[in-house]
């Protein structure tokens, strides 16, 4: 049986954006959870960004990752979201890497999800604080755990050793779809 997720529909026009983008299983997954921001948890468009580029690096090695959404409040992000099929617990780690190295601060929130469940983490702790979809903080909840969080400034020894753990973890041996 061929990886479903790969199956291409066609194109489909982007929730936040209007950019046309090509129609996948995943690609579908991602509309899902930006509708959930927008429409459930109260998110203005324009305070979710969407496939944000993130250079991986281990040693002379490199590939481009991407975050898959990036929600601000007061300006800042306080919260990255990374999507992708299967179990979320293998996640945990390559999106805390994504967290220390998408801002010049550590993002304080991620959410790893599937498209059908979510976990959201601390990411100054690494522990899960909420479990599925209905847990993604809305805007009001995001507004107030980010005023309590550190936005700590990354040195560049940490940044690379991030940059080096989600290498590893999705760089190394995963197939070209599968990057991002």
């Known amino acids: 049986m061929a990886d ?45 960004r969407p496939r944000l580029d993130l250079m991986a690096q281990a040693g002379e090695n490199r590939r481009q990752l991407m975050v898959d959404f990036a929600v601000s409040v007061d300006g800042k992000t306080a919260m990255i979201i990374r999507y992708a099929p299967g179990s979320l617990i293998t ?27 979510a976990q959201v983490l601390d990411v100054k702790t690494g522990k899960v604080i909420a479990e599925g979809l209905d847990s993604i903080p809305d805007k009001a909840a995001l507004e107030e755990l980010a005023g ?22 999705e760089a190394v041996g995963a197939c070209n779809c599968d990057i991002c």
């Not at 997720?5 to 899902?32: I, M, P």
């Not at 220390?100 to 991620?110: C, D, G, K, T």
């Not at 991030?162 to 590893?168: D, G, K």
């Open 91 to 117: 996640r945990h780690r390559p999106c805390i890497a994504a967290a220390r190295l998408l801002e010049p601060y550590q993002v304080p929130f991620v959410v790893v999800t599937n498209g059908e469940d």
């Open 4 to 48: 479903e997720h790969h199956y291409v529909f066609g194109e489909t026009e982007d929730f936040l954006t209007g950019e046309v983008l090509t129609d996948t299983h995943d690609e579908r997954y991602r509309q899902k959870i930006a509708r959930i921001l927008v429409e459930e948890k109260g998110y203005a468009k324009e305070d979710v």
């Open 148 to 169: 309590d969080a550190a936005f700590d400034p990354i040195d560049d020894k940490r940044r690379e050793m991030e940059s080096r753990i989600i290498y590893t973890y």
